[in-house]
């Protein structure tokens, strides 16, 4: 993973795995390792700040829940309306962005 | 105390209260998570709970990162530091017992030392370990960051200072020992309650010495009924408890008192947000970078007094930041003006103005004065723009 390459695209790459189903912080790391096929390797001292900071966005919001194996609550993460306005934001502006890059680029679709 | 315990302690250091409980049930949360993977796996309950925090990584990384969204400003102190210094104004302080300040360690920037290596970032750490092997790449190094990161300054206090100055200042103190240091109760002259206050959370210990920080005095403080509290000059200023008066800060390492008064602010507008009919609008203690000049602003204002000057530039730039919030900066009245960092082309007096400024993307700025009589009821009092000029 390129840690710069991350940088910019983090709220875009949390929001997203928000989108369909609530989530809790090891769940997202998993998702976004899979779903990108492990070109994405988030870290716990990236990723908590990230959720915290998008929080007091408001664009997520958090809840402890106990899960069915019991143990310490995990915080789980739910995507906000404003939230799902964002996302829809963000993703345009990186299409956007990644349809010009490619304009310049060439190749691709 | 056990090695989740103490891996949860370091990884939320820096917070505070609810903002530091809820981090550390999530993390524990997090924890518990790993290490029932891991048992799935086959290992053992110690084993797992050793790969699970070596998973986690640097607690003090999540620390500063944590720290940054929850406390911290995001960028400097330089510039404020040199426009305070031309007011500086020594006071004759002699007979108020002097609490010794330090910066925090934790939060230091431009220190390339192991301690700084280790808390950084793989990448990062290979990079700056890769510059400091070159000739004078140190000295390159340190001035690169302060150019762009300037210190917060002297952010820690002496907790033997503070006990001792409060004691010579006629507070009788009452310390519950080591098990729980931090915990000071106090009685002021005359009064017979005893006050409690909890600075446990801030706590460091360094060389031997427990460390208390400044804001977390300051903000305890201001939730200690009864007492009202005041800082008294702008460099090295003298906290006044009632009648008792101690001293922060020394000319070696010397503290701001506008430093203080925005971590008191910060604190009073993450609970009493600025509001725009009804909404809540969020607000952050934004730092100057070096070099930075702006617009000026002039005042009706008599030298000293403090202004605070909320500005939109996180809104206005070409690309909307997750996150974005309005800064506020403090700044102290000379010649009839105060400065900013921010080249604006009008003001606003009012949060409606500042909302709807914003709407249309323009840089503006919104200016209080700062009512600081008493810090328990710090005051943001409205200022007409008839009585502002803009670059006079």
Redesign the interface.
Known sequence: MDAQQLKGHLDLLLLASLEAVPRYGGQIIADVQTATEGYFNLREGTLYPALHRLEKAGWIHGEFQVLPRGGSPVKVYTLTPAGHQELKAQRNAFERFSGAVRGIIGGGA | MNETERYLRRATRGLSGQARR??Q??????I???V?RFTLLGMGQGEATQAALRD???PY??A???T???TLPRAALAALLATTAILLGVQALAQVPTVRAMPDPEYQSCVYDEAALQRA?V?DAARWRLQLSRPGGRARLEAACRATTPSLGNTLLRLSDLTSALTRAGVRVRTPGRRLEGFLYLTFPGSSAEQTLDLSEYMREIAGESYVQTWSLINHLRRTPGVPVRLIGQVNPVLQLGETKIQLGTSAAPILATNLYAGALSDLLNLQPLTDAGTPL?TEWGFDVPGQAGSQIGVDAPDGTLFVVISNVAFTGPKLK???AYTFRIRIAEGGRITTPFTVKSLVDSTSGLVQTTARRQPTLLVYRLDTSDLRTLKLVPVPSSSLRLNP
């Not at chain 2, 049930?25 to 997090?30: N, T, V």
């Open positions: 809820d981090a049930q999530e993390l524990r949360g997090a518990e998570d790993k029932w986690l990584g640097s990384a999540i500063s990162g944590l940054r969204v929850h970032s990448e969020r997750a996150g974005a």
